[in-house]
T-cell receptor
Framework: EDKVVQSPLSLVVHEGDTVTLNCSYE??????LLWYKQEKKAPTFLFMLTSSGIEKKSGRLSSILDKKELFSILNITATQTGDSAVYLCAVERNSGGGADGLTFGKGTHLIIQP | NAGVTQTPKFRVLKTGQSMTLLCAQD?????MYWYRQDPGMGLRLIHYSVGEGTTAKGEVPDGYNVSRLKKQNFLLGLESAAPSQTSVYFCASLRGTAPRGGYTFGSGTRLTVV
């Protein structure tokens, strides 16, 4: 059974701080690891990390994948109140012909205080 | 471009009633998914489809049925609703050909069974 564990489950920091969110995983025949940001409604896609793309960066957000140690981190620098959200980590297995969905962690609830 | 649209957005059912949730995507994606999200549980896969006319069970399929008669639509049915099915339901879709990108989620349906 695939498993994703995120830590911490909740985090409160002040605006301008840097945060690191953690995600460890166990998956049979790993294909990719994805990060999502969820505010009130739909999870919105941030990054996909694979064997051929183990580091991604977009503005103040960056993520790395360690396939040997089976974990990923999501970094957010110079945090803003708009970064407040639940951050979800998910893994996808390589199922051959198709894509049989994602296994999610429970998420990290990040609160940025002004 | 609407992406993934879910209807209805909110619904209250009485125990034993039936209903169908509709998911529609306009991105010509091959793969579609239904998840449920409960507090402290993360998102869990209910059923998914890798193409028109095909469906498969996910992690928590009991009490639900699905159909994908058209490529753009994926229906989730509850034949006899139970309070344990109170949840937020998310539909997602995924492109089947490279570059696959991330899964795109709808804005969710909040279902309460009383």
């Amino acid at each position: 059974e695939d498993k994703v564990v995120q830590s911490p489950l909740s985090l409160v920091v002040h605006e301008g701080d840097t945060v690191t969110l953690n995600c460890s995983y166990e998956v049979t025949n790993f294909r990719s690891l994805l990060w999502y940001k969820q505010e009130k409604k739909a999870p919105t896609f941030l990054f996909m990390l694979t064997s051929s793309g183990i580091e991604k960066k977009s503005g103040r957000l960056s993520s790395i994948l360690d396939k040997k140690e089976l974990f990923s981190i999501l970094n957010i620098t110079a945090t803003q109140t708009g970064d407040s959200a639940v951050y979800l980590c998910a893994v996808e297995r390589n199922s051959g012909g198709g894509a049989d969905g994602l296994t999610f962690g429970k998420g990290t609830h990040l609160i940025i205080q002004p | 471009n609407a992406g993934v649209t879910q209807t209805p957005k909110f619904r209250v059912l009485k125990t034993g009633q039936s209903m169908t949730l509709l998911c529609a995507q306009d991105m010509n994606h091959e793969y579609m998914y239904w998840y449920r999200q409960d507090p402290g549980m993360g998102l869990r896969l209910i059923h998914y489809s890798v193409g028109e006319g095909t469906t498969a069970k996910g992690e928590v399929p009991d009490g639900y049925n699905v159909s994908r008669l058209k490529k753009q639509n994926f229906l989730l049915g509850l034949e006899s609703a139970a309070p344990s099915q109170t949840s937020v339901y998310f539909c997602a879709s995924l492109r089947g050909t490279a570059p696959r990108g991330g899964y795109t989620f709808g804005s969710g349906t909040r279902l309460t069974v009383v």
